[in-house]
């Protein structure tokens, strides 16, 4: 039953940024480009919702509606550096190659069938990490 809720958020989720346009290539390419505040909005707008939605979550104690566990978020490790590089290297695919995670899935849905090339290359890129991780500094 959960992989059925799973699957039905999923698809929505990707109708969603379908719609709004965040997998857009040109709304992409205007963010990059500081010509349009769309994305801005878009993202803003998410990580206000993201930060409100946690610390409800935190201070509340909420409880998972699937099995009824208290929800638990740890706290993000001290220090800007690790940060700033994944930005650099997650910003820079995202600049390369028009999409970032989340939208490349919708954009196959959608049949733009080139993006296939970009879902493989992030995940030899995941796979990779997960060869080198603990040679990094983390």
Not at 1 to 19: E, K, P
Not at 78 to 87: A, D, E, S, V
Not at 113 to 138: M, N
Request: aromatic share 16%; with cysteine.
């Amino acid at each position: 039953m959960n992989i059925l809720l799973y699957f039905l958020i999923g698809t929505l989720f990707g109708i969603t940024l379908y719609m709004s346009e965040v997998s857009s290539w040109f709304r992409i390419y205007e963010m990059f480009q500081f010509n349009s505040f769309h994305m801005y909005g878009v993202i803003g707008t998410a990580v206000f919702l993201g930060a409100t939605i946690t610390f409800i979550i935190k201070k509340l104690k909420l409880k998972s509606i699937l099995n009824g566990s208290t929800i638990e978020i740890a706290d993000k490790e001290k220090g800007w550096k690790r940060y700033l590089y994944g930005g650099i290297i997650f910003g820079s695919g995202w600049a390369i190659s028009g999409a970032c995670p989340g939208p490349m899935f919708s954009l196959l849905g959608a049949g733009f069938f080139p993006i296939i090339v970009v879902i493989l290359s992030a995940t030899l890129g995941t796979f990779v990490y997960g060869l080198i991780r603990s040679k990094l500094p983390h």
